[in-house]
């Protein structure tokens, strides 16, 4: 009818979806440690809830982490500081999200996802992208056929890493893993790099930023920092939040380089959060959730249906013993492993890998067959050189008695002043490969 009035459908249909339902409030009854007991909401584990306290304009995020009877454990993302018992809890009836899109390039955000530099947020183009998502179907990843150049020469020519790939960095605190990922920011050739700083020092946040990064490095990356200080469910968060921003720009089609420092503090967070909800403590105090929730966090990286997820995971080992739990389970995960030797390091040699101790498992697929052979020339004339060094440094090894022996200490300067890299200085793929040759020639 030409004078029936207007109705905008699609006004009414944005309305009802972003109208909030009503729904069953409950109340807090008690609040032990980290976990906060609540009574007559109906809510499903992962889901978050509005807890209301008076007197505040905001209300206190929380996350349904299990149950009791008939009582609902949350625990809070955010501070805990003003909940008493009585504070009205609203079920928001949805899991954890964020704002995902190519704004966030260039900008560091907290374990939620919010901004923290300076800069005016800018999340109105942004869409919702939800933080637990399931890793790709193992028959939709693409195999990996391709090399992504780090520009660490003892990464690219010993231990190459593949696009897709990922990687754990295993060492003590102290001997340049934050370093290394700041040289691999900077000089992979990844479209975009998106780094987890979980249960760090809050000032090593900034000096990562500023001196590990760089500006160039900064410019093509988004920075998700959970600092120590952070409750231990934003520190989870922090991982799977990072998690998804690189899952978003993957399936945007970009090669995307994902860092994560460290799993080690992940693995606290949620022994915190196993043991507050009554967990019984397992390997070493680590209850078992943690190690299920390990894979499903690491299997969310790598190739997809389209793009790929380059990831390098740090692991920092408890008094330098590389066996212990996490460190074990992280190993059965990734697809190859880096160590670094504080012996190295004390040695004043940078970036300190123990070439010996590591391998890339992709490795043999993805190089030339010479590039394989001068490989393992390399860590053979390194293996020799170890076994002998007791006799070499107290001079009871006589020239001329083993020409193996002799190749081993020929070579031995060359090939460590080839590993050796200052943590400003590239290398590029193929000058790495020239200078590789003229090595083991």
């Not at 964020?98 to 374990?111: A, E, M, Q, T």
């Not at 697929?365 to 076994?387: G, M, N, Y």
Request: charged share 25%.
């Amino acid at each position: 009818m030409s004078g029936a009035p207007y109705i905008d459908m699609e006004l009414w249909r944005s309305r009802v979806r972003n109208s909030i339902l009503l729904r069953p409030t409950g109340e807090v009854t008690r609040v032990i440690g980290l976990t906060v007991e609540v009574k007559g909401i109906a809510a499903r584990i992962g889901e978050v809830c509005n807890i209301l306290v008076p007197g505040e304009q905001f209300p206190v995020k929380a996350e349904v982490v299990g149950f009791d009877d008939n009582v609902t454990l949350l625990m809070p993302l955010g501070d805990l500081r003003g909940i008493h018992p009585g504070c009205y809890v609203v079920p928001r009836g949805k899991t954890f999200s964020v704002k995902v899109g190519p704004h966030l390039l260039g900008r560091i955000l907290d374990g939620l996802g919010q901004p923290i530099d300076l800069e005016e947020p800018d999340w109105n183009n942004g869409e919702e992208f939800c933080v637990d998502n399931h890793p790709p179907n193992p028959l939709s990843r693409k195999r990996i056929t391709e090399i992504l150049p780090t520009g660490v020469r003892a990464i690219d020519s010993l231990l190459t890493c593949g696009k897709g790939q990922r990687i754990g960095i295993f060492a003590g605190s102290g001997v340049g893993k934050s370093t290394l990922l700041g040289m691999i920011a900077r000089f992979c050739k990844a479209d975009v790099n998106v780094i987890a700083l979980i249960g760090e020092r809050g000032r090593e946040v900034r000096d990562f930023v500023e001196r590990d990064l760089g500006p160039e490095g900064v410019a093509r990356s988004v920075v998700v920092a959970a600092t120590s200080d952070q409750p231990a469910l934003v520190r989870l968060k922090g991982a799977f939040v990072a998690s998804a921003i690189a899952e978003y720009f993957r399936d945007a089609g970009k090669n995307v380089m994902f860092m994560m420092d460290s799993v080690t503090r992940f693995a606290m967070a949620q022994r915190e959060v196993g043991l507050a909800i009554g967990e019984p403590p397992a390997t070493k105090g680590y209850t078992p959730s943690v190690f299920a929730l390990l894979p499903k966090l690491m299997e969310r990286t790598g190739m997809g249906v389209q793009g790929s997820i380059t990831a390098f995971y740090t692991v920092l080992v408890d008094a330098d013993d590389m066996n212990e739990p996490i460190s074990d389970a992280v190993r059965g995960i990734l697809d190859g492993h880096i160590v670094l030797s504080r012996q190295l390091a004390s040695q004043n040699h940078y970036p300190a890998i123990d070439v010996l101790s590591s391998i890339s498992r992709l490795m043999s697929e993805i190089i030339t067959p010479e590039q394989r052979a001068r490989a393992a020339r390399v860590r053979d004339l390194l293996a020799t050189h170890k076994q002998s060094e007791d006799l070499i440094n107290i001079g009871a090894y006589v020239k001329g008695s083993n020409a193996k022996i002799d190749d081993a200490i020929n070579s031995y300067d060359d090939i460590i002043s080839f590993l050796r890299q200052d943590m400003n200085d590239s290398s590029d793929f193929e000058d790495m490969l020239k200078e590789f040759e003229l090595l083991v020639s």
